[in-house]
């Protein structure tokens, strides 16, 4: 019974955890603070949770976006690029990690070639949208809302 307890409690910990990365990734695209919050928050990932590894790898990506000098740009960039596809191909059913990337790649410069994904991103996320939890239900809802990917047809599937 122990066991029981001590396995919900740290899952409700995991989850809240997520809840609030979510929250801090949502504002780490127009806050340089908030990209830093994130990256301190994920840093850590050592890829036994992909979806954890999936924001640490968006954080490096944002790091890429507050940083000056182009090298590090482009350091930053490719290193969260490639931690991201790596985590996408050891679970490629991660849909939050799907997401992440689908967020990534659609604004990401063209000038990096990272967009190559997206519709098949895209027709994952709207195959598997209803199996999903409410609150990631809400997250991907909030994303396409506001997504230049999706057409408003596609949009009227998350809803």
């Given at each position: 019974?122990?066991?029981?307890?001590?396995?919900?409690?740290?899952?409700?910990?995991?989850?809240?955890?997520?809840?609030?990365?979510?929250?801090?990734?949502?504002?780490?695209?127009?806050?340089?603070?908030?990209?830093?919050?994130?990256?301190?928050?994920?840093?850590?990932?050592?890829?036994?949770?992909?979806?954890?590894?999936?924001?640490?790898?968006?954080a490096l990506t944002l790091k890429a976006k507050?940083?000056?000098?182009?090298?590090?740009?482009?350091?930053?960039?490719?290193?969260?690029?490639?931690?991201?596809?790596?985590?996408?191909?050891?679970?490629?059913?991660?849909?939050?990690?799907?997401?992440?990337?689908?967020?990534?790649?659609?604004?990401?410069?063209?000038?990096?070639?990272?967009?190559?994904?997206?519709?098949?991103?895209?027709?994952?996320?709207?195959?598997?949208?209803?199996?999903?939890?409410?609150?990631?239900?809400?997250?991907?809802?909030?994303?396409?809302?506001?997504?230049?990917?999706?057409?408003?047809?596609?949009?009227?599937?998350?809803?």
């Open positions: 019974m122990k066991l029981v307890f001590l396995f919900l409690s740290a899952f409700c910990i995991v989850k809240a955890d997520l809840a609030t990365v979510r929250q801090v990734y949502i504002s780490a695209s127009t806050s340089e603070d908030a990209a830093a919050k994130l990256y301190d928050m994920v840093k850590d990932a050592d890829g036994g949770n992909a979806t954890i590894t999936a924001y640490k790898a968006a507050y940083t000056k000098p182009l090298f590090d740009k482009k350091k930053y960039f490719t290193e969260g690029a490639k931690l991201l596809e790596s985590t996408i191909e050891k679970d490629p059913d991660n849909y939050e990690a799907r997401l992440i990337r689908l967020n990534i790649q659609e604004n990401a410069p063209k000038i990096t070639g990272y967009f190559r994904d997206v519709d098949e991103d895209k027709a994952f996320l709207v195959k598997h949208f209803d199996s999903q939890s409410q609150d990631l239900k809400e997250f991907t809802r909030n994303f396409v809302k506001i997504s230049s990917s999706f057409t408003e047809e596609e949009k009227a599937a998350f809803n």
